[in-house]
């Protein structure tokens, strides 16, 4: 099992947009997630945003940096940044990944 929510227990199937970078001692890095229309913001959903959470097997990875975008001012997508300040932040958050990938068929060549 791996994955994201924007409220506790509420999972949000929209598959985000990644971009990952990693400072040149590989001691630090950031992933810059980016969902486009995103289940949490439609209108069916009343639940509140209080972060993101990356959730698996292992635990939690927990970001607060979590901001909305909005087109014609309307709610449309979300942004989220996740810092790494280690290499085992980093490797945690790889592994993860891994694991999110495969769940949703994302691993395939």
Known sequence: MAEIQFARGVKEPTIPDV???????GNSGT?????????????ESNEEITGMYLI??????VSR???????????RAIEAVLVMKSVDEFERF????????????????
């Open 56 to 61: 698996d097997d292992e635990g939690e990875i």
């Open 19 to 25: 971009k990952v970078t990693r400072s040149k001692t």
């Open 94 to 109: 790889v592994r993860f990944m891994n694991k999110f990938a495969e769940q949703n068929g994302l691993d395939k060549s």
């Open 31 to 43: 992933a810059t997630f980016y969902f486009a229309d995103p289940e949490i913001l439609s209108g």
């Open 65 to 75: 940096e979590v901001k909305g975008k909005f087109i014609n001012g309307e709610a």
